[in-house]
């Protein structure tokens, strides 16, 4: 068996769809007794909406850089838990220091999300799960923040801003337009070790395939493929470049021939 995880967000999906070539070559590896994975940014019921709507077939959904994951069913698998304080002073933080720098700033309980608005945007991320902010602070578990960053940002620069003020407490990362916060260890990569650690299966490899920063743990844990129109800092792991989710499934079918 093998397995093979996919982010989401201009990856799997560019240019505003999933391609049929891509569901095609993922309904074709499925059926060959493979596993196939979502491992995104995005909160649960944002991918959710997403995989029924292109129909998706997906054995594990991993949510919120690794901070949440659903087995095919659907079923709660793994949810992170923040300390409440440890939130609340991460939030401060943004508020009183880095407001001038985002869109919003919000709490996740994996999801929906509580925001704090700094400038209104008309594309600001899923007005669908919005809830109150002091609902979102009183969720049974709180496993992401995450902020949108205004153009003039650099997400890069203030996830290490928040990396460096609460070194070895919390992990920021860089999502393209938007920096998500995790607890130390919560990655895309750190999920998918543990769905291949509940497995009782033969497995004979893992691949991974992604286009920015967010990515970069699973990338270089397993056998990465990189979007070309990807962030330029991933082609430095000399990961093999493509195009699409069906071209890099195609090379590891091949390989596997």
Do not use: W
Not at 19 to 31: L, P, V, Y
Not at 169 to 175: C, G, I, K
């Amino acid at each position: 068996m093998i397995i093979f995880a996919s982010d989401y967000d201009e990856t799997l999906y560019q240019n505003g769809v999933v391609s049929e070539r891509d569901i095609e070559a993922i309904a074709r590896f499925r059926g060959e007794g493979h596993l196939f994975m979502i491992a995104t940014g995005r909160h649960l019921n944002s991918i959710g909406r997403e995989i029924e709507r292109f129909n998706l077939a997906v054995d594990y959904t991993i949510g919120n850089n690794g901070s949440a994951i659903l087995d095919g069913h659907k079923n709660e698998f793994y949810m992170a838990d923040i300390d409440r304080a440890l939130v609340r002073e991460v939030f401060d933080y943004v508020v009183s220091e880095l407001s001038d720098s985002f869109y919003f700033f919000a709490v996740n309980n994996g999801y929906t999300y509580g925001q704090r608005v700094f400038l209104r945007n008309e594309h600001m991320f899923d007005p669908l799960d919005t809830i109150g902010l002091e609902e979102a602070f009183e969720s049974e578990k709180i496993c992401a923040l995450f902020g949108q960053v205004l153009p003039s940002a650099d997400s890069v620069a203030i996830a290490d801003l928040i990396n460096v003020r609460f070194a070895g407490r919390v992990s920021a990362y860089s999502n393209n337009e938007f920096v998500d916060v995790t607890l130390p260890g919560d990655n895309k990569a750190s999920a998918i070790l543990r769905v291949i650690d509940s497995l009782e299966m033969d497995l004979r490899k893992v691949y991974t395939i992604g286009d920015s920063h967010n990515d970069i743990d699973m990338i270089r844990a397993y056998h990465g493929f990189v979007i070309r129109n990807g962030q330029p800092i991933l082609l430095d792991y000399g990961m093999q470049v493509v195009d699409n989710v069906a071209q890099a499934l195609e090379l590891v079918r091949k390989d596997f021939k």
